[in-house]
Structures are given as structure tokens and as C-alpha cells.
């Protein structure tokens, strides 16, 4: 382990720079934004899981007073081909037909038309004079029977991709593989064999702010847009796609986001709008309901995952094999190959196979949500290793440490190992205080492991140097984790300042260059990269016109705790220049003093981690309680350590509700049942201890300072760990999700 | 030579050859090579991240490829 280094401003945690907005109210959301003559749009949506639509008929929203524009399917250019990349990605042509219908509604809430209006309540009733003739058809709502050769296709033309095209359609849209080593010989090997069937429902990312945005296109088909979004310079370029349209006329402005954690990487209501507002000549705002969001945005996959291991007495894995299927809902994009990519990564196995099914569904197109496919594949193998941890009297973490992946151990996916932390965490959870302690009378303790791989990819960042010698940072990644404070970090620790002279700005599609998407853990990782290197570009600029001041060669300067000095052994008589000397000439040496930098990041270090936690249950009523909670994550280094560790907790939180509670519910008509915050249950404040988190730092050696992505690992444990904890506590093995009061029980009578 | 590994949807279209090892300098070299010995990969060679001595890349071109390198064919992730 390299050793540690000390930073000045890294690792502190200054109060973030926009909390006083946010919790004042003073913060622009994306359904914040009023324009003069702004109108408003609504959504039709469809009121059968799967239809055939045969007709729409628009003129009847059309005559109602105050209507300006109104769209269908019909309205929309045809677009082929190209693949949107992203777990739940899928093509451009699904994502047209997502946005809206065209020949069928392939979920209950799919959109089918939309209404620009003089308000709001005017453009709601419109939706009621629109004529829509349906042929319901019978819905396809369950993963399995879905996969069968006699199943209703939800996707006559879908043929499942394999090299030899099937000779006939399936709602299987993909199959992935990963395999090594000799199952037969690993198993045989084996002293006990574990084996079991685990099911976790699909549940939405449970942002608080809905999707919302305001479009406003002139005569000439350009103008902006303001929306809540992971990614605007992402979000442009699809809206362009759908629309044909150059995504230069289009200026995209991300908003302060509430909440996204994957689900809002991708457009629902922007083409709409867009396309409202360039038919109305007016701005046209957009929003969701709670309503909406649950019954039209992507959720993420429900899995059906089966798997078998077999360990030797000592604890060691001799084989795995393991079969999941994945709910990818009304077109193809779910995340089934980075689920089995993820599924045994923690462990240096030999032998093993994992086989995963996207399968299509009448339930809403799935989206990413945080490490997508993990929390799903990892719930069931972490189930089963600590089933064998109880079948061979072994403690969890010891299990666990007897198979750890480290530096150089082959990954299940291919490649070797950089150095991680997996071993760190295990350690110090071993050592942690709550694990240390006796298990409470009348609970389970549960232990799991996550992991995810994290990515870099491309981002840009300009530094301007203000006439005092403050230092603005723009780039173009939307601030959902507090990147802008750890921009200023890492800004003012490059240049040798304090944070305080530091500012940092998103900017739009127009103002800076491009950015992907703030998601994939990236942010920190990738845009931090390249502020980094703006600053060095800063630097390199700094010395050069002190050295024009001074009269001697670029080389004859060095750069030193925010100032320019001349390098040893140089005779100068001159006074140290610092960035307010240095902007305060810049007139005469060359003009505004700005660096800049564009990467393409590569070298994103995976982020391990070990959750455990205490739960009791009630066995009168099925209820638990989870009594505490503790995250350990290898951060690689903690930019913003408050930062880090609410991006712990939030994970964590939201792996709990998804473990105890969280499902989408249909009926028989496919027709969401709980489609409000009140019937999804996800946790409050009041449900839940306070969250412990230890942070561990293996640097990555990839980065400047070392940085892992932190925001997508917390979510993959807390499935496993809190099903193990409750399993334990109850003393019986509960495989299916959410534990619910009347699962438990139900399992319990079983 | 370095070693080159294929995930199972290439090797269906590899005629069943998993891995196979080969002198090219870096990634660009790779790929024509490879659109040369199996011009149906091209498509998923596109959409496709590659992991060079452990080092996952979305969008490699010109790394190197030295004579004892590994390179991994996988899927892209992004995230959420």
C-alpha cells in the first residue's frame, strides 16, 4: 500500500457551496424556471399495459380553448439504428418509441400524445378530447414466462441476438456469458455445495424532484432548454437524434438536480417539449408527477437469479454457476452484463460460469440505477456464501478473506487486478467496533460485499484567472454528489491556494466543452482529471509571464505554494508574484490568464466495499428493525470526506429500502398498484440508525490524487447484507426481496 | 507475443478461436488486424471497451500493445 500523502486542502470537507441555496429555497430546480408567454405541456399516456394503437385523433384537444400545440407519434421523424450506450441504453429507434408511442403502448403509462396549454389545468383537460382507438392485447408481466417459446411477444420482431438469427421471435432481446476454469472438476472438488433461487423486484431510483424541464425553440428551430439532468450535453445530443434535428441549434442548461443516481441519464420529456414549444412558438414547461415518474421512467431490473456454489471446508470457492434473468421491460437495455461482470469480482475464483437473460416485459423501460446489474447479481451470491459461512461454522469476513481478490488476482471479466481495496475493507471491518460487539439479543447480523468498476471517459474544465487572482473553475458535469466542492479541492490544491479562492460553475452546452454524463461514479475521477490539468495549464502560463516580468528564461521559474518563485540557484532579485501579481500585470503580459484541458480519462479504479449490519425482527409481525448500519469503501482518496461519506449513506439507505420494502406492485392488467411515495415505501429518517461509514484509501494510481469513483458501490451490499442479517435473525434462509412484514411472515409460515 | 482474449458473443463469431496471440504495437494495429481475420467482428468491435495489461479503456486507439501484453475484449459500463 503506497504511502499516505499530505494534502493542504484534500481531505478537508468545507461546507458545500451550495447548501445555503438549497436549503433556503433559493436553489433553481428544473420546474423553477418561469419565462414571460411560457406555456405548459401535458402528457397522455396509455391506460393498457400492451396495446395496439390504430388511431389517434388530436383535433379535439386541438378545438379546446387556450391549446396551442398538441403531438403524437405521427409528429415525430422516423430514426434508425445507433446505439445510446449505458446500462438500459438500448437503440435510438427504442428511445424514439419510448419518448412516444408509435404502432403500440408497451406499458401501462406509456406516453401516447401531449398538449401545449395556457396553463396547466387547461392542457390536462385537453388530454380527455383526444381520441385514441386501442386493440388490447394480453401483457407480458412476468420474467420467466416471458422467456417460454409459447410466450405473448411484447416485440414481434424481436429476435434474440445470437451469431445464427432464431428462427423465431422471443422476448429474450440478449444472452451474456462469462465462464472459466472446469465447473465439473471445481464442484467435485467441493465439501458442501450451496444452492438456491433468489428474486429481487424491480424498484425506481426514488429521486424527491421529478423530471421537469422548459423548452424554448424560436421561428428558426433553435433555442434552449432548462432541465433537471445527469448529463445536458447527453441529454442534447438524444433530443437532437430523435428530433432530426443539429444539435448546435440547441443550447441545453442543467439545472441544480433533486436526486438522480442513473435514472436521469436519459430524456423523457425534453423532445417534447422541444417539439411543443418550436409548433407553438411559445416556451413550453414540462413536468412530472409522482404518478408519472413511477409508471413512465425507468426503474431497474427485477431479477430471477439462480446460483450454486460449492467451498471446501477451509471456506475456499471450488465452483459457482449461476443463471439470472433480467426484466429489461418494454425494450431491450437491461444491465445483465455488467450485473455477471460484477457478480464475483470480490473473489479470485478458478472455476466458474454466470449466464444472464434481458428480457423483454410490459413494465416500464428500465434505466440505470447505481452500479446497474449489481445490486442484483450480488445479492444472490453474497445470500449464498454466507449460507455457507453458517453450513461451515465460519465467521463471514473470514470467509470472505479466505477467496479476496487483490492486486493481480484475474478478474472474473478478463483482466488482472490494479491495486484495490478489498482486502483493506475486509480488515477493517474485522476491526470495526459494531462488528467487534456482541450481535443484540433477538437479531441477525448480515454481512455482504460490493463492488463496482467505475469509468472515466470524457470531460473538459476551464480555468479563469480573475482580476484579484480568485480562480473560477467551469466544466460541464451536473452537480448531484457535491463535485463542485471537490472541483475547488482539487483546483486549489494543484495551484497551491486556499479553497476559499476557489469558485466552480457547471456551465451549459455553449460555455464549455464537452462533458459525459455525471454518472458511472466518473465525476470526481474524470472531470476532476481534467481541472487538474487546466491547472497545470494555469501554472505553465504563470511562470512563463513572471518570467517576462523578471526578464529571465521560462525555465529559470518555478511554481510554489501559489506563487511563482525563481528556481534555485537563480540570481534574481525579484518578490515572489502570486496569482492576484500575476492577473494584476496580465495586461501587459499577454492578456486574461484562462488554462484549459480536455481528457478522455482512463485508468478508473474499481471501488470495494463490506457492509454489516444488526437487524431484529418481530415475529409476532414480520417487522424489523434495523438497529445499526456500517459502510466500509475504499475511496482511493477522499476529496471531500463529508462528501464521500454521504454518498455511503445515501447508497446504503437506498439499499435498505430496496432489501426491506421497495417493489413495484401490478395487477393482473399490468397496471402499477403503488405508484406514490405513500404505497412505495422507501425509508425516512425516522426508519433508520445512523448510518456508521469507515473510508478506506488505496490510491489509485491513475489519478492525480488518487481518486476512485465512490457513488455507485454503496447500493451492491446492502441487498445481501441485510437479507443475511434478517435470514439469521429469524433462523431461516429468506431468499426473495423486499422483506416486507407480510413476506416475512409468509415465508416464516412456508 | 501478446495475448489477445475474446468474450463469448466474438467467439461465436471467431469460428470458435477464444484467444490467440499476435505482434502488434498498439490498439489501431490490433483492430485491423482483427477486421482482417474476421470482418464480422467489425460492428461489435465498435461498441465494445478492451482492458490492455488491466487497464480498461472505452475508446482505445493508438495504446500500446507490448509483446507481453493481455488484452481482454468486454462490455462497455457506464453507470448510473
Redesign the interface.
Known amino acids: 500500500m503506497a504511502e499516505a500523502v499530505e494534502y493542504k486542502q484534500i481531505g478537508t470537507s468545507p461546507i458545500r457551496p451550495d447548501g445555503v441555496d438549497k436549503v433556503t429555497g433559493r436553489a433553481q430546480f428544473g420546474a423553477d424556471l418561469v419565462l414571460p408567454n411560457m406555456i405548459h405541456g401535458q402528457v397522455l399516456r396509455s391506460p393498457h399495459a400492451h396495446a395496439r394503437i390504430k388511431s389517434i385523433d388530436l383535433s379535439g384537444a386541438m378545438a379546446v380553448d387556450g391549446v396551442l400545440a398538441a403531438i403524437c407519434g405521427d409528429d415525430f421523424p422516423s430514426v434508425e439504428g445507433g446505439e445510446i450506450g449505458g446500462e438500459g441504453g438500448g437503440t435510438v429507434s427504442d428511445l424514439a418509441k419510448n419518448v412516444m408511442a408509435r404502432d403500440k403502448a408497451l406499458y401501462h403509462g406509456h406516453a401516447v400524445a401531449a398538449v401545449a396549454a395556457v396553463t396547466a389545468e387547461i392542457a390536462t383537460a385537453a388530454l380527455d378530447a383526444i381520441k385514441v382507438e386501442y386493440e388490447p392485447l394480453p401483457p407480458v408481466l412476468d420474467v420467466i414466462s416471458a422467456m417460454a417459446e409459447d410466450s405473448v411477444l411484447v416485440d414481434e420482431n424481436n429476435y434474440t441476438k445470437l451469431p445464427e438469427k432464431p428462427d423465431n421471435p422471443s422476448n429474450i432481446a440478449n444472452v451474456g456469458t462469462l465462464a472459466r476454469g472446469d465447473l465439473d472438476k471445481g464442484f467435485a472438488a467441493a465439501d458442501i455445495v450451496i444452492e438456491r433461487e433468489y428474486k429481487v423486484p424491480m424498484a425506481h431510483q426514488g429521486y424527491i424532484e421529478p423530471h421537469a424541464c422548459v423548452a424554448n425553440i424560436d421561428e428558426t428551430g433553435r433555442g434552449s432548454v432548462w432541465c433537471c439532468t445527469q448529463g445536458h450535453f447527453e441529454f442534447r445530443s438524444l433530443t437532437a437524434k430523435l428530433l432530426n434535428k443539429d444539435l448546435a441549434d440547441l443550447k441545453f442548461i442543467a439545472s441544480e438536480i433533486g436526486g438522480g443516481f442513473g435514472g436521469k441519464t436519459v430524456v423523457y420529456l425534453e423532445p417534447l417539449a422541444v417539439m411543443l414549444s418550436e409548433m407553438s412558438g411559445r416556451p413550453v414547461k414540462m413536468t412530472m408527477t409522482r404518478e408519472e415518474v413511477f409508471r413512465a421512467t425507468g426503474p431497474t431490473s427485477g431479477t430471477v437469479a439462480r446460483v450454486k456454489v460449492g467451498l471446501t471446508n477451509d471456506g475456499k470457492i471450488t465452483a459457482a454457476d449461476s443463471w439470472i434473468a433480467f426484466e429489461a421491460g418494454a425494450f431491450e437495455g437491461a444491465p445483465h452484463m455488467p450485473g455477471i461482470m460484477s457478480m464475483y469480482a470480490p473473489y479470485d475464483l478458478e472455476n466458474f460460469k454466470v449466464e444472464a437473460f434481458d428480457v423483454l416485459v410490459n413494465k416500464p423501460k428500465v434505466a440505470a440505477y447505481r452500479a446497474p446489474g449489481a445490486p442484483q447479481t450480488m445479492h444472490a451470491f453474497e445470500c449464498a456464501l454466507d449460507e455457507a459461512a453458517i453450513a461451515l461454522d465460519m465467521d463471514p469476513l473470514d470467509l470472505r478473506m479466505v477467496n479476496a481478490a487483490d492486486e493481480g488476482t484475474r478478474a472474473p471479466y478478463g483482466p488482472k487486478f490494479p491495486p484495490i481495496g478489498f482486502k483493506a475493507c475486509l480488515e477493517a471491518a474485522k476491526n470495526h467496533p459494531n462488528y467487534t460487539k456482541p450481535v443484540p439479543a433477538g437479531a441477525g447480523r448480515g454481512v455482504a460485499a460490493g463492488f463496482w468498476f467505475n469509468i472515466g471517459m470524457q470531460s473538459s474544465a476551464e480555468i479563469n484567472i480573475n482580476e484579484n487572482g480568485t480562480v473560477m473553475v467551469i466544466e460541464g458535469s451536473p452537480d448531484i454528489g457535491g463535485s463542485r466542492a471537490s472541483m475547488c479541492l482539487m483546483a486549489a490544491e494543484t495551484l497551491g491556494i486556499e479553497y476559499d479562492s476557489v469558485r466552480a460553475q457547471v456551465g451549459d452546452t455553449e460555455s464549455t466543452g464537452f462533458c459525459n454524463v455525471t454518472g458511472g461514479s466518473r465525476t470526481t475521477f474524470a472531470t476532476g482529471m481534467a481541472v487538474v490539468q487546466a491547472c497545470e495549464d494555469v501554472i505553465a502560463e504563470c511562470k512563463k509571464r513572471a518570467a517576462m516580468s523578471w526578464g529571465v528564461d521560462d525555465d529559470q521559474v518555478e511554481w510554489q505554494d501559489g506563487q511563482v518563485v525563481p528556481a534555485p540557484g537563480v540570481n534574481a532579485d525579484v518578490t515572489p508574484m502570486s496569482l492576484a501579481d500575476l492577473a494584476g500585470s496580465a495586461a501587459k503580459t499577454g492578456g486574461p490568464i484562462q488554462g484549459r484541458a480536455s481528457v478522455n480519462a482512463q485508468g478508473a479504479g474499481a471501488s470495494f466495499s463490506i457492509n454489516f449490519t444488526d437487524i431484529a425482527v418481530d415475529p409476532e409481525t414480520g417487522k424489523t428493525e434495523v438497529l445499526s448500519y456500517t459502510a466500509i469503501q475504499d475511496a482511493g482518496t477522499a476529496i471531500h470526506p463529508a462528501y464521500v461519506e454521504g454518498q455511503m449513506q445515501g447508497g446504503a439507505a437506498q439499499g435498505i429500502g430496496w432489501a426491506l420494502n421497495e417493489e413495484y406492485i401490478f395487477d393482473d392488467d399490468g397496471v402499477m398498484e403503488n405508484a406514490g411515495f405513500l404505497d412505495y415505501r422507501i425509508p425516512v429518517a425516522s426508519d433508520l440508525p445512523m448510518i456508521d461509514t469507515y473510508i478506506v484509501e488505496v490510491p489509485n494510481p491513475s489519478h492525480p490524487y488518487g481518486v476512485r469513483g465512490v457513488g455507485e458501490t454503496p447500493i451492491v451490499a446492502p441487498l445481501a447484507a441485510v437479507s443475511n442479517a434478517v435470514s439469521r435473525a429469524v433462523g431461516k434462509r429468506i431468499c426473495d426481496l423486499p422483506l416486507s412484514p407480510p413476506n416475512i411472515l409468509a415465508a416464516l409460515d412456508d | 507475443m501478446a495475448r489477445i ?1 475474446f ?3 466474438f467467439v ?2 471467431t469460428g470458435g478461436e477464444r484467444e490467440f496471440n499476435i505482434d502488434v504495437g498498439d490498439y489501431r494495429a490490433l483492430v485491423m488486424e482483427l477486421k482482417k481475420r474476421w470482418p464480422q467482428l467489425a460492428g461489435l468491435l465498435e ?1 465494445t471497451a478492451v ?1 490492455i ?7 482505445a486507439f493508438l495504446e500500446t500493445i507490448n509483446t507481453d501484453s ?1 488484452v ?1 475484449f ?7
Open positions: 482474449v468474450p463469448d458473443n461465436a463469431l461498441k482492458a495489461d488491466g487497464q480498461i479503456y472505452q475508446d493481455e481482454f468486454m462490455a462497455r459500463i457506464e453507470g448510473g
